[in-house]
């Protein structure tokens, strides 16, 4: 019997219906206690710091591995006294060393960021970054939004290839990028060129019947700098069949500087993805050519010119094209029960357009001026077969939106910094919204920063949610879900700058959550209504010790706590999935990862990283009604390693994915991928 679309849609919808399932806290209570943990660290370091000094302030910022993405954190390049965000850099170059070849793989790393897949390798993958829901992050791939139209996103086909590196900035950022920043932003850089050129070349194989395959090559002069790259990623599956997945992507990026005040900067992604599953809707494996097909092309251009020395003008051109595909057509000509054919074609499309001016005030202050207007569009057909007849169905819809913001920072003093903004949106499907984000961070000596911000943010509905039809009904009157958070934090040094830790404490409260009512109060009412609450409150602790060029270790722990405190409205009455107090669905309270990488002087070196991932509620929806469940805790331990040959720039690579062969799902009746080893060759020059 074949599943149709249905499986795959479902487990989609499934992952992301799971995500809108929120649990109750009163969050300031939570709130004082991961204060006290966070000031723990901040009196240490104020404890151990030595006086005031520019020099010794100038080596904590070099020094910083703990380090503020500041292109993404606050869209301009600016040096301040002590960073004002939660944020993280993650290095391609060390990434693709690891053997590393996806994005969800490296966000795993985050302190703070749990990555949700739903079994074998290419299944709806997604990301929740502080207890927030998986569509309250905006991903960027070099300026470029890839999320759906409400904030939903399907990371598996998400590539490492050719990227420069990924930036994480956690908490609000809907000041700087509108719907969707509501719990942080995610941007891809691909390669341009700038750190260097040369010709890289490699290839591995192993465990499924893996095959991977990539290459780049960069180059250029100081006045036009480029870097091209395309990969193949491959693997028969886990399952016993009808589990293939393939995913392609062929990347380019070009940095043009025609003269001293001129910076251009395009870069061009685009990626398919094919992945087989032989699940239905209830996660049984039954079907023998059901397939998900997804095609995205992604163009920005960004350019900048400094009109005087203290005036600079900068304007970014965007597109995202994506186009998914369902085939699953009937297993035989037996196949005739049920519904037993599905397809479906898809076309989602967003341009925008950013216009901004930046102006330097003062001895080291920026103030940020600007203005954005976008399009999203998204259209759909489907045709489902079935005992009962066949049908057919179309779907489109389209929305504008227009925003404008100002944002200022800088330094107050040579200690303390700030970074204060406010936007307002306006949507043609539900009107205005305005956010605004403050921040102050203290340099408390030359080893120790404290900072602290507050912010609101927001997410648009789907047009889904707003649109649908058919067996779900939308609801045009729906308002954006909003939120609001306070963060402390504090990172410090100690032993010359070889240990560094930082600790981060926050409460957030997200309101008007858009929730699906399965029973609606009378015939012909929609199915989606604002009527939940909830908190999300925790901390993060990191650690890095490198006491030497060759030696580095790391440790991250996560406390996430969270609680929806209001079903109320229609869900009420309705049937809703979750009860006030009930926990947050497959996201775990207790998340701990340790590394350890030893280099060796012939350009060799081995790196062991493990995870444990604390225990998470969940539904199985093997049952109906879904019954609650909690997943257990697991730990899951990695290791890769490179190996130089007797030819300059060949070297031997291996990694070896879950070594240990733990046994987990990250969704409920969906196991995950065991022990996987992988060996291949890798060139440079």
Do not use: C
Not at 45 to 68: E, V
Not at 204 to 228: E, F, K, N, P, Q
Not at 609 to 619: C, F, H, M, S
């Amino acid at each position: 019997m074949a599943s149709g679309g249905h499986g795959q849609h479902d487990a989609s919808s499934r992952a992301n219906t799971a995500g809108s399932l929120l649990r109750e806290q009163e969050p300031f209570v939570f709130f004082r206690r991961s204060i006290a943990l966070a000031a723990v660290v901040v009196g240490k370091a104020a404890a151990q710091a030595a006086p005031h000094s520019s020099a010794a302030a100038d080596t904590l910022r070099a020094r910083d591995t703990l380090a503020t993405a500041v292109i993404t954190a606050t869209r301009v390049e600016v040096s301040t006294a002590a960073p004002t965000a939660s944020t993280t850099v993650l290095l391609g170059t060390a990434l693709r060393a690891q053997g590393l070849t996806r994005v969800t793989d490296a966000l795993k790393l985050v302190p703070g960021a749990t990555v949700v897949g739903g079994g074998p390798v290419g299944s709806v993958t997604s990301l929740f970054i502080r207890g927030g829901n998986s569509n309250y992050v905006r991903v960027l791939v070099d300026g470029v939004p890839v999320n759906d139209a409400g904030g939903s996103l399907d990371l598996s086909n998400l590539s490492l290839e050719n990227v420069d590196r990924i930036e994480v900035a956690r908490g609000p950022a809907s000041v700087l990028y509108g719907s969707g920043a509501v719990t942080g932003v995610v941007q891809i850089f691909t390669a341009d060129g700038t750190g260097g050129q040369g010709l890289r070349v490699a290839a591995s194989g192993g465990s499924y019947g893996t095959l991977r395959a990539s290459g780049s090559l960069a180059g250029g002069s100081s006045a036009v700098r480029y870097s091209i790259g395309g990969a193949r990623d491959q693997t028969a599956g886990i399952l016993p069949f009808n589990n293939e997945y393939r995913n392609d992507v062929l990347s380019g990026g070009v940095r043009l500087a025609p003269d001293s005040a001129t910076d251009i900067r395009a870069a061009v992604r685009w990626s398919s993805g094919n992945y087989h599953y032989p699940y239905d809707a209830f996660g049984a494996i039954t079907d023998h050519n059901s397939e998900q097909l997804d095609h995205r092309l992604t163009a920005s251009l960004d350019a900048g010119r400094q009109i005087t020395e203290r005036v600079e003008l900068r304007a970014t051109i965007t597109s995202n094209q994506y186009l998914p595909r369902t085939n699953d057509a009937p297993d035989g000509p037996a196949d005739t029960l049920g519904y037993y054919g599905y397809f479906s074609r898809g076309e989602q499309l967003h341009r925008s357009l950013d216009a901004r001016v930046n102006v330097g005030v003062g001895s080291g202050s920026i103030i940020t001026v600007g203005g954005e207007v976008s399009r999203d569009k998204e259209e759909s057909t489907v045709r489902s077969l079935s005992q009962f007849g066949n049908s057919t169905d179309a779907f489109g819809a389209a929305r504008s939106i227009a925003g404008v913001y100002a944002q200022a920072i800088g330094d107050i003093t040579n200690r303390v910094s700030y970074v204060a903004g406010v936007r307002r949106d306006e949507n043609s499907a539900f009107g205005v919204f305005t956010t605004a984000r403050a921040a102050l961070a203290w340099l408390a000596g030359p080893a120790a920063r404290v900072r602290v911000s507050a912010g609101n943010a927001f997410r648009a509905p789907s047009f889904y949610e707003n649109f649908s039809t058919g067996y779900v009904t939308g609801n045009p009157a729906l308002h954006p879900e909003e939120s609001r958070s306070v963060e402390l934090g504090s990172d410090v040094t100690f032993a010359g700058g070889t240990l560094q830790i930082a600790g981060t404490a926050y409460a957030q409260r997200f309101h008007d959550i858009i929730e699906y009512v399965g029973t609606v109060p009378k015939p012909g009412a929609p199915n989606y209504y604002n009527v939940a609450a909830a908190d999300a409150n925790g901390v993060e602790l990191e650690a890095r010790w490198q006491p030497s060029g060759a030696l580095a270790a790391t440790l991250a722990y996560s406390l996430t706590d969270t609680k929806k405190v209001a079903a109320g409205g229609a869900s009420s009455t309705s049937g809703a999935s979750y009860a006030n107090g009930e926990p947050l669905l497959r996201r775990p309270r207790h998340t701990l990862s340790a590394s350890l990488a030893r280099s060796f002087g012939n350009g060799g070196g081995v790196r062991v990283q493990a995870l444990r991932i604390g225990e998470r509620a969940d539904l199985d929806y093997a049952r109906y009604p879904a019954a609650a469940v909690t997943l257990p805790a697991y730990v899951k331990v990695d290791v890769s390693g490179t190996i130089p040959t007797a030819v300059r720039g060949l070297s031997l690579t291996f990694r070896a994915d879950n070594l240990f062969d733990a046994r987990y799902d990250d969704v409920a009746g969906y196991r995950a991928p065991g022990a996987t080893f992988l060996g291949g060759l890798s060139y440079r020059r």
